[in-house]
């Protein structure tokens, strides 16, 4: 069975700060989502990784994946208040027309001045 | 906007009595799913459908039945409600690009 593993599972960041969070799974996939989720909110959709060696960046978050060591990264640059939440990883497996998520249990990250 | 709504946001009910929850997306998006995220906040998927067609249940109790009267609706009923099923149940579409799914605000279950 999948697993997806996301530490730490909490982490308090100074503002202006920068972070990496990780998230590891345990079989093979070439995809892998992040997702941000608020206090009381929805799933937002931050960043797709399609592939080894795969890296997008959208502000002060980076997300990057290394399939062969089924690990991806969230780095955060200079952190502020507007990044608290929660941050999901999820990994695509299997293939094909069952393909589903799997999700880690979630990172919340919390900025202090 | 994920053009994914959910009714109703929250739904307080007592054990033993039988809820439906609504989802609706309005991009003619195959495919649809359900997930359940309980009080810490793990994230599992239940049920998935394409074009009307169940793909995936995931050993979700026979108490949960979903059902998709067309592709823009992918409703949840749920019999004889326990207290184990309070959480927040989200519904889901595809339609981003290979799995990237996009998530409805939730229904908020509480059974007491």
């Known amino acids: 069975e999948l697993k997806v593993e996301q530490n730490p599972l909490f982490l308090s960041m100074q503002e202006g700060k920068n972070y990496t969070i990780y998230c590891n799974y345990s079989?093979?996939?070439?995809?892998l989502y992040w997702y941000r989720q608020d206090p009381g909110k929805s799933l937002e959709s931050l960043f797709v990784?399609?592939?080894?060696?795969a890296v997008k960046q959208e502000g002060r978050l980076m997300a990057s994946l290394d399939t062969k060591a089924r690990l991806s990264t969230l780095h955060i640059t200079a952190a502020v208040h507007d990044l608290s939440a929660t941050y999901f990883c999820?990994?695509?497996?299997?293939?094909?027309?069952?393909?589903?998520?799997?999700f880690g249990k979630g990172i919340t990250l919390s900025v202090r001045p | 906007d994920t053009a994914v709504s959910q009714t109703p946001k929250y739904l307080v009910t007592q054990m033993g009595n039988d809820k439906s929850i609504k989802c609706e997306q309005n991009?003619?998006?195959?495919?649809m799913y359900w997930y359940k995220q309980d009080s810490k906040k793990f994230l599992k998927i239940m049920f998935s459908?394409?074009?009307?067609?169940?793909?995936i249940n995931e050993t979700v109790p026979n108490r949960f039945s979903p059902k998709s009267p067309d592709k823009a609706h992918l409703n949840l009923h749920i019999n004889s409600l326990e207290l184990g099923d309070s959480a927040v149940y989200f519904c889901?579409?595809?339609?981003?690009?290979?799995?990237?799914?996009?998530f409805g605000p939730g229904t908020r279950l509480t059974v007491l």
């Open positions: 999820a990994v695509d497996t299997p293939p094909g027309a069952n393909s589903k998520l799997t």
């Open positions: 079989t093979t996939s070439d995809r």
């Open positions: 990784l399609l592939s080894n060696g």
């Open positions: 991009l003619g998006h195959d495919t």
């Open positions: 459908y394409n074009n009307k067609e169940l793909i």
């Open positions: 889901a579409r595809g339609g981003g690009g290979y799995n990237e799914q996009f």
